[in-house]
């Protein structure tokens, strides 16, 4: 019998749930062959950390989509996913957590919470899931490097930089993250490694971000302004590329909101090749030109006696009516009576095509998950086993694939790290 020991470097969501679910594969098909062991190397202080935050603390575990809507929420390959998902889905993540005791709740647009609303509550779970099995967690273990040397029984070498001593580890499962929440443990640390050991990567950049903006001339509003019901439009070079309608909060020099993080990623792409970035703010897309120039004239002509202030109050947020009047030169003393069609025209071009330049994004941070990564080429979709390293599999945020705000990042870091998990054991067993 070989003594064998599986090393998940990274304590978060995806690298806690490879762990525990090693173990269960092992003691329910393998307990009889090879002894193995599984471990955790975490380099801060507890493991989960950035999992206790997640969701503004919430946790947005999964979504209710059904696997082909849920899948079409990821870039740039979503296919590489579906084994994955089809190991450990929304479904089997609620009854695992059922089991342990979580109960969950679903809220608009599918979206999967644990009832309690805390997220600290789930990173608990899955930290004392992993103890009660058995899963040595190491933390304060900053990893320095992973190498690995061919036909050896531990052929991966794992310097630990605190201590300055190596582990040898016959399998290892990568789990480390991204770029974001680096003071949680995320700081990149997994993308050097993996080029070290021949894979390739995509350029990690900050996915799901706020975009700082050109300050407007006249903005004269405080705070920020919450925006409802709005087309927002990314441009670049002049050329339309991408629409998106619903929810976005504005600031004088900052946009952020789910519209504005959906279209991030593409900003972020484009700023980091040097091009021009701008967006365009549709406050009633419902409406066209035409159809809006008609709603003015109704209002301008029924309450001509109102100020154009109190008319436009009713037709857009008020913090920003000021910001309207001052920037298309509408005196604010004029009652509707007294707007002219030219009045109505500039007043009608700024709602429906107010433009912004994209200065930069916010720092990595700030930004909610990721986005490249080791390229999927490189990893098995089958079993998050890299193709380059027998042995050696990824999980997680470390993998170039991105999704969506709505619990889809999450199912994947579950999903892949379960996979990963299993098929970490079931490697271990045919060696």
Known sequence: MKDQLLTVIGGGASGLIAAGCAVMQYRQNFSRGNN???????????????????????????NTAPLDDFIEHFRPNPKFLYPAFNNF?????????????????????????????????????????????????????????????????????????????????????????????????????????????GHRLINPLPDLVGLY?????????????????????????????????GEAQLSKNLFEGPVVLKLSRFAVQALQRKQQVYLYLDLKPALSEKQLDRRLIKEFNQQGSKSAVKILKCLIPLKLVDSCLSQTGVPKHLKGGQLTSIHRKKICQWIKYNRFKVKTCQTPDRAIITAGGVHTDDINPKTMMSKIIPGLFFSGEIIDYAADTGGFNLQAAFSTGWLAGKSSIEYLNSI
């Open 36 to 62: 193995i062991k599984v471990q955790i190397l975490e380099k801060m202080h507890k493991p989960g950390l950035k999992l206790g935050i997640t969701g503004k603390g919430r946790c947005n575990l999964s």
């Open 89 to 197: 889905f929304s479904g089997e993540l609620i009854e695992f957590l059922n089991q342990q005791k979580v109960k969950v709740k679903v809220e608009r647009g599918g979206r999967i919470f644990p009832q309690s609303d805390s997220a600290l509550q789930v990173a608990r779970t899955l930290i004392d899931w992993n103890r009660k099995l058995g899963v040595d967690i190491n933390t304060g273990n900053a990893v320095q490097s992973v190498k690995w040397e061919k036909n050896n029984l531990y052929p991966f070498k794992i310097m630990v930089k605190q201590k300055k001593s190596i582990y040898l580890s016959s399998a290892v499962i990568i789990s480390t993250g991204g770029i974001t929440y680096p003071l949680t443990g995320s700081s990149g640390d997994g993308y050097k490694w993996a080029q070290q050991l």
């Open 213 to 245: 903006i050109d300050p407007q001339l006249n903005w004269d509003f405080q705070g920020s302004v919450s925006l409802k019901n709005v087309m927002i439009t990314l441009s670049l070079e002049k050329d339309i590329q991408h629409r998106e309608f």
